[in-house]
């Protein structure tokens, strides 16, 4: 095989064997086009972030700021409630992600090991529950919550976003696809149950669990609509409800605006950057679950 | 591990929310409004010197949220399940609606003695709205037409002004439509600008059109009677022929219409008093030109103008009532407001307070003086569970009429669709 | 042995006690709850006596003869229209031209896809509804070049679900193109040399070999797409505010305002439970249909 065919293969498209590939690499400038399209209004916010208000709003288009200034958000973390919004925001996604990954595990593992009565059913109310809308539930969450005097705190944000079928489910799988004879080896050894969980499952991957709490705290951070609802107090507001929903009294300052999203957007860009990897995994692992 | 971190952050945080309080033994009085127009900066310059003046003994924590259906959402939530604040402004014209939705507390008349108030001490209009079958729920504030804005270099380069200063030939409705051409084609983008992207808020000038056609918005039961309907759709109207003239711009949203009208991309304005302070403010810094603000035109039969109300309310935090100590600050933060509404009458708004609508200083401000007459042509709201803001017949407003204005449907559809909305009620 | 199954039954019980407790409490109560409430006229929270009361069926005949829900359905279909075909066959179409690249050039140009993915939905809204701005949007220029002016596309209402389509897309994309990539990335080399030294060409191969191994990915994408974006809220919600809320209406926001802007309680269960059968109607059909047609 030629080394022309190679590289052919290895792009997943066919061409005719040459020199210089005109087809390719008009292809490749177009992908570099695209994705710039498409990162522009990432990029966007950035650097309107770092303008002045006068310069965000200045006639003409200035793509970069003139005198790039990190006022806004300074601004922003001085004079708005951002930083306590992040606390609140770290403490509710923080406590969701960790009860979510320690009961799915639990559950996932004794669906997936143990025989009790009742098993088939519970799974097979797990699975239906993909179909079901979360989101209609909106009302009966409200009027439950604020039955146990829980709106307004991080637990009552807290408890409805802990429903995530998913992670169980995918715990399943994974422990499903150990073979016996670890357990079989462990067992002989006198361990129990919560010791072969603990000791011998999870530590067999532990980046699938690093996986799921990582799409788990990314999913806990972002979410709108329930903390939206429970939170009347703009002191316990989280930082992605806040960004919309507090009023600047001192007129539409737009690049300040635009700082505070950044900074709501920050954590969990991070996040993904630095664990690009896990993310994908828990995606690739959650929508084959689902097929 | 991680338990220990959300401990410790907890205690932090709390630890935090003490110390950011200051003394324990000051009472923290919770405060929303909505206030985030000019006078909102007004505002905000009060309650500093609240908290200034009573520093140690009673501070306001202040929150300003989203104006309109997000504000009184949340506030009628909230105070169902007693998370609601200590205290908050709110738009007379709701206040009946609040009423029937158990939103607010009364309002006695031992609590109006300790503030040193009582029904004598406001003007009759906003005194009437508050009150609800006989019971007090609310304490009067303001009063905030809606005036109309002017450039006066434009104005008189188009031979609009008059020998004293004020504009003239404004009157009639084709005069109007005229004057707004001229103006445009004297170089101008735009001859006015008003709120066209939403009709909840053109309902204000519409409802003034209405009005001084004599029609009536009607109440519950007989909303639009006899020739009203027709009279409204007219009032429609006019405001479409302006966007259809290209004289008025069309899906424009309230921050962009101030935003034109300051930069001089539009001659004139039709907006809330509120908007005053904001003139005032560029005009000392020398970022404004000559200004002014009169009474509405009156475009068909006789001076007509739409007002509403801002009062301070208490909410009827369920299962969560105010301590005593903590009603006595929230009467004190009222108390402070009325008495320095002078100072709130620089916010563009006509204080409800007769004592300083009375006086000399509030006599000598300008431009509140040239409109101040308009106060006798006042119309409010019908007093009625549907109306207000934030109520079914501001969402049928804005529903109908933001199609109409843009030409999306014609005014007299877009009456049927809000007539047949309102009588669903 | 017989011991043990017992005592195997006990850790079971002590292993999913934890979640059993929260999905019956915060899953299967509500949704039972909701159906009863949904029989009744009661306000949102009931804080005094005789605020509530049965009326059977009554939300339902009222449901029936509600031209908002019938929009709140239409505009819920014309989003799925807008959103499920043309975002699966653009992430294809990405996926593709990323799965030609290699090393860090992969990885960051895929992180220039997927990065929207993980913002928090107010993040996304602030941004557009800055670059879409009537007075200083940088789109608008592109706007105005396209149509003479510029346009208020979140108060134009032929403008305005296109719009949160697109934006849509734009955030949640993401998801789909991983999966698009890991498909591909599982097509063995082998079958394209077999159809290149058949001679086929680069539009033969992506229709006659890679289309077809991918489409159970393909059917996977979009069914994720279509159970997701029936639930549409935030988006909606967000670019509306301030303007008519209900030419624009969504299912889920029915709900929401029927509860928290109405305070009729007992209405928005009906509209809910509702949305509840027409969802799961959906998959339930898209399952069916799928699977039919995949079996070729």
């Not at chain 2, 630890?15 to 000019?38: I, K, N, P, R, S």
């Not at chain 3, 996926?95 to 928090?120: C, D, E, H, N």
């Amino acid at each position: 095989m030629t080394a022309a065919v190679e590289t052919t293969m290895a792009a997943g498209v066919p061409r005719r064997a040459g020199f210089v590939d005109l087809g390719a690499v008009l292809l490749t400038i177009l992908t570099i086009i695209v994705a710039c399209i498409w990162f522009f209004p990432v990029f966007w916010a950035l650097s309107t972030s770092l303008k002045t208000d006068q310069e965000a709003i200045a006639d003409g288009i200035n793509i970069l700021p003139s005198n790039p200034t990190f006022n806004n958000y300074l601004y922003v973390i001085q004079h708005s409630d951002l930083p306590i919004w992040y606390l609140n925001s770290t403490i509710t996604s923080v406590g969701i992600t960790f009860l979510v990954v320690f009961m799915s595990a639990c559950a996932g593992y004794a669906i997936s090991q143990l025989r009790f009565p009742g098993r088939m059913a519970l799974w097979w109310t797990i699975l239906a529950s993909f179909m079901i809308p979360g989101t209609a539930l909106i009302v009966n969450h409200f009027i439950i919550i604020a039955g146990v005097k829980l709106l307004n705190t991080h637990l009552g944000v807290i408890l409805p976003l802990l429903v995530a079928p998913v992670t169980v489910i995918v715990y399943k799988q994974f422990f499903d696809g150990i073979p016996r004879d670890f357990r079989e080896a462990a067992v002989m050894d006198g361990a129990n149950e919560f010791q072969l969980l603990f000791r011998v499952y999870l530590p067999m991957n532990w980046g699938i669990t690093t996986a799921l709490a990582i799409i788990t705290f990314i999913g806990a951070w972002n979410n709108f609509l329930w903390p939206f609802l429970a939170i009347q107090n703009e002191k316990m507001m989280t930082v992605t409800v806040g960004i919309t929903q507090v009023q600047d009294t001192f007129g539409v300052a737009y690049a300040r605006v635009i700082a505070g999203a950044v900074m709501a957007g920050l954590p969990v860009a991070i996040a993904y950057l630095l664990f690009q990897r896990r993310v994908t995994q828990a995606i690739t692992l959650s929508a084959g679950i689902k097929g | 591990m991680i338990r220990n971190i959300v401990r410790a952050a907890l205690l932090s945080s709390a630890l935090l929310g003490t110390a950011v309080g200051g003394a324990l033994a000051q009472e923290h009085v919770v405060w929303w409004d909505f206030l985030g127009g000019g006078d909102g900066i007004r505002m905000k310059k009060l309650i500093d010197d609240f908290n200034a003046a009573h520093a140690g003994k009673i501070d306001i924590q202040a929150t300003t949220l989203d104006w309109g259906v997000p504000f009184y959402t949340k506030v009628q939530t909230s105070a169902a399940v007693g998370e609601g604040p200590d205290v908050m402004t709110y738009h007379a014209s709701r206040i009946p609606l609040a009423v029937s939705q158990n939103t607010l507390s009364e309002i006695t008349a031992d609590d109006m003695k300790i503030m040193g108030l009582s029904a004598d001490s406001f003007a009759p209009a906003p005194w009437s709205a508050v009150n609800v079958d006989g019971k007090q729920y609310a304490v009067p504030f303001d009063t905030h037409p809606i005036v109309l804005y002017y450039n006066k270099d434009k104005l008189a380069a188009a031979g609009l002004i008059g020998a004293d200063g004020l504009p003239t030939g404004l009157d009639g409705r084709d005069n109007f439509r005229e004057a707004l051409k001229k103006l445009q084609a004297g170089g101008t983008k735009y001859g006015i600008s008003t709120v066209t992207a939403d009709g909840s808020f053109s309902f204000r000038t519409i409802y003034s059109y209405l009005c001084q056609q004599g029609g009536d918005i009607g109440v519950d039961g007989a909303w639009l009677p006899g020739d009203s309907p027709a009279k409204l759709a007219n009032a429609v109207q006019v405001i479409a022929d302006w966007v259809a003239d290209g004289t008025n711009p069309a899906y424009t949203d309230y921050p962009a219409t101030v935003a034109l009208f300051t930069s001089g991309d539009s001659a004139m304005m039709i907006n809330g008093v509120w908007e005053v302070p904001t003139m005032t403010d560029l005009k000392a810094q020398g970022k404004l030109f000559d200004w002014g603000a009169i009474e509405l035109p009156v475009l068909f039969d006789k001076p007509c103008t739409y007002s509403d109300s801002h009062s301070f309310a208490i909410p009827n935090n369920v299962g969560k009532p105010a301590t005593p100590e903590k009603h006595a600050a929230v009467l004190e933060v009222i108390k402070f407001m009325e008495e320095n509404s002078l100072f709130w009458a620089t916010a563009g708004h006509i204080p409800a307070n007769k004592a300083v609508t009375d006086s000399a200083e509030y006599k000598a401000m300008q431009p509140q003086a040239t409109y101040a007459k308009l106060a006798a042509n006042m119309i409010y709201d019908p007093k009625s569970v549907n109306a207000g803001v934030a109520s079914p017949l501001f969402d049928a407003a804005g529903n109908a009429f933001t199609a109409a204005i843009n030409g999306e449907v014609d005014a007299t559809t877009a009456v049927t669709e809000m007539k047949a909305a309102l009588d669903a009620l | 042995m017989l011991k043990s199954k017992r005592n195997e039954a006990l850790v079971a019980a002590v292993l999913v006690a934890p979640f059993v407790a929260i999905y019956g409490w915060m899953f299967v109560y509500p949704t039972i709850q909701m159906v009863i409430l949904s029989l009744q006229k009661a306000p949102l929270i009931v804080s005094a006596e005789g605020q509530s009361s049965f009326v059977g069926l009554d939300n339902y005949m009222r449901l029936f003869k509600d031209p908002i829900f019938y929009t709140s359905i239409k505009n819920t279909a014309y989003f799925l229209l807008l959103t499920v075909i043309p975002g699966t066959a653009m992430a294809l179409a990405i996926a593709l031209m990323v799965t030609r690249l290699k090393g860090w050039g992969q990885s960051l140009i895929l992180s220039m896809f997927f990065l929207p993915y993980v913002l928090p939905i107010t993040v996304v809204y602030l941004i557009w509804d800055w670059m879409m701005n009537f007075q200083f949007g940088i789109a608008q220029h592109l706007i105005a070049f396209f149509t003479g002016k510029p346009v208020n596309v979140w108060r134009a209402i032929p403008w305005f679900m296109p719009m949160v389509a697109l934006i849509t897309i734009w955030w949640t994309n993401g998801f789909s193109i991983l999966l698009f990539l890991a498909a591909l990335r599982n097509i063995p080399k082998e079958v394209y040399e077999a159809a290149q030294l058949d001679g086929a060409t680069r539009w033969q191969l992506f229709w006659r070999v890679t289309f077809p191994l991918i489409w159970p990915v393909t059917v996977l994408c979009l069914t994720i797409q279509l159970i997701l974006q029936m639930k549409i809220f935030d988006q909606v919600y967000l670019f509306s505010q301030g303007g008519r809320t209900q030419v624009t209406m969504v299912m889920v926001q029915y709900i929401f305002e029927s509860a928290f802007i109405k305070n009729d309680g007992g209405y928005a269960a009906t509209v809910a439970v509702a949305m509840f059968v027409v969802v799961i109607a959906f998959s339930v059909l898209n399952f069916q249909a799928l699977r039919a047609g995949g079996s070729r």
